[in-house]
């Protein structure tokens, strides 16, 4: 689990749609995420797989089935070393403003 | 806030340490009362053998009761796995909850590091899944177990805590 693998994974729209999907219900199947995408089984599988090199997605067998869970973890990670040091006050000030001005248009 | 009507939660970090030390910062309480919140673990590792997690003082002022979290041993195979049952009483929503499952998995890996893996059934205690899963602020308990992971990591690699 290092940094590269983690921003490789999320840098590609429908592995972060998967990250969604689960995030809305965790614990599903291949075949069950495969539903949500307009994409093959296969094509489905290769970005589990790279999710899954990142530890963001960790596969569980349940039975016959095997269970696909997000892992918050590294997510966690990324935003203490990452997010918390730039978004001190001033620029959460600036955001809010950003945020207010464009609402005005 | 979101749909978590799923009963199971995985969570999963890296470690370099040995399987040992994770293992004596999960279940002794002089490890435990150092990272995350703080508290005093203590087992009794025989099969069907208390668990609890005693509030430290500044929880106490804060009035938490004197155990905050309480269970049972199911499975202890140290330093591999441990399988307990975990029910907090933060307050009366948690409590009235059913217990939940915990399972503490450790698997040593080439190169001195472990991965710790959290597999935690909370089948019928939606409140207790909503504060475990993290997402809150951590200085008002809201870490959650990626916070409460996270911190372990910072503990085991450097002997320091995370800066909050």
């Known amino acids: 689990m ?12 429908t592995r972060r749609l998967l990250l969604d999907l689960l995030f809305q219900r965790d614990g599903r199947t291949l ?14 599988m290769k970005h589990l797989k ?12 349940s039975g016959r089935e095997k269970l696909h869970f997000l892992n918050a973890v590294p997510i966690r990670a ?20 950003k945020t207010e001005l464009e609402n005005k248009e | 806030m979101t749909d978590k009507a799923a009963t199971i939660q995985v969570y999963r970090i ?47 002022s804060l009035g938490l009761p004197d155990e905050i979290i309480v269970g049972k041993v199911i499975e202890s195979d140290p330093p591999r796995k441990l399988v ?6 933060f307050d009366a929503d948690t409590t009235a909850e059913q217990h939940t499952r915990l399972t ?34 951590p200085t008002k308990g809201g870490g959650g177990w990626p916070w409460v992971l996270s911190d372990l990591k910072s503990l085991l690699e450097t002997g320091q805590r995370m800066s909050t």
């Open chain 1, 78 to 97: 990324i935003h203490d070393r990452w997010i918390s040091k730039y978004s001190e006050h001033g620029l959460s000030a600036l955001a809010a403003l």
């Open chain 1, 2 to 13: 290092d940094d590269d693998s983690i921003f490789k994974a999320l840098a590609d729209p």
């Open chain 1, 31 to 44: 075949k069950e995420l495969q539903a949500g995408l307009a994409m093959t089984r296969f094509g489905v």
């Open chain 1, 50 to 61: 790279v999710l899954e090199d990142a530890d963001l997605v960790i596969a569980r067998r």
């Open chain 2, 104 to 137: 503490y998995e450790i698997k040593e890996n080439q190169g001195g590091v472990c991965t710790v893996t959290i597999t935690h059934d909370l089948t019928g205690a939606p409140r207790v899944a909503g504060m475990v899963s993290g997402g809150g602020d």
């Open chain 2, 14 to 60: 890296v470690i370099k340490a040995t399987a040992q030390a994770i293992w004596d910062a999960i279940t002794k309480p002089e490890w435990t009362q150092r990272y995350a919140y703080g508290g005093r673990a203590e087992y009794d590792m025989t099969a069907s053998g208390r668990f609890s997690y005693k509030a430290n003082a500044e929880m106490k």
């Open chain 2, 84 to 89: 307990q049952t975990w029910h907090p009483l």
